[in-house]
């Protein structure tokens, strides 16, 4: 049960922080991985890593001025409670 709630939190920060992406990194990536698993594809990324490094590799087609780098061109916003 425990490991449950750890992997229901993970999976719940991990799409906290795609939606909450800087919008000129991730373009329609949230739309594209909705669709997908509307058409039986589970694509939800499973835990914070695994959206960090989508988003530092994805390619948006639509991104202009933006170089190709690391961490420094992520950004997540976090809120408190």
Same mark, same amino acid.
């Given at each position: 049960?425990?490991?449950?709630?750890?992997?229901?939190?993970?999976?719940?920060?991990?799409?906290? &922080? &795609?939606?909450?992406?800087?919008?000129?990194?991730?373009?329609?990536?949230?739309?594209?991985?909705?669709?997908? %698993?509307?058409?039986?594809?589970?694509?939800?990324?499973?835990?914070?890593?695994?959206?960090?490094?989508?988003?530092?590799?994805?390619?948006?087609?639509?991104?202009?001025?933006?170089?190709?780098?690391?961490?420094?061109?992520?950004? %997540?916003?976090?809120?408190?409670?």
């Amino acid at each position: 049960m425990v490991d449950t709630r750890a992997r229901i939190q993970d999976k719940t920060v991990a799409y906290g &922080l &795609l939606i909450h992406a800087d919008t000129g990194r991730k373009g329609k990536l949230t739309e594209e991985i909705e669709n997908d %698993f509307l058409k039986g594809h589970d694509d939800y990324l499973k835990n914070p890593t695994e959206v960090y490094n989508l988003l530092v590799n994805y390619r948006n087609a639509n991104k202009r001025n933006v170089q190709q780098g690391g961490l420094d061109q992520v950004t %997540f916003r976090a809120e408190g409670k």
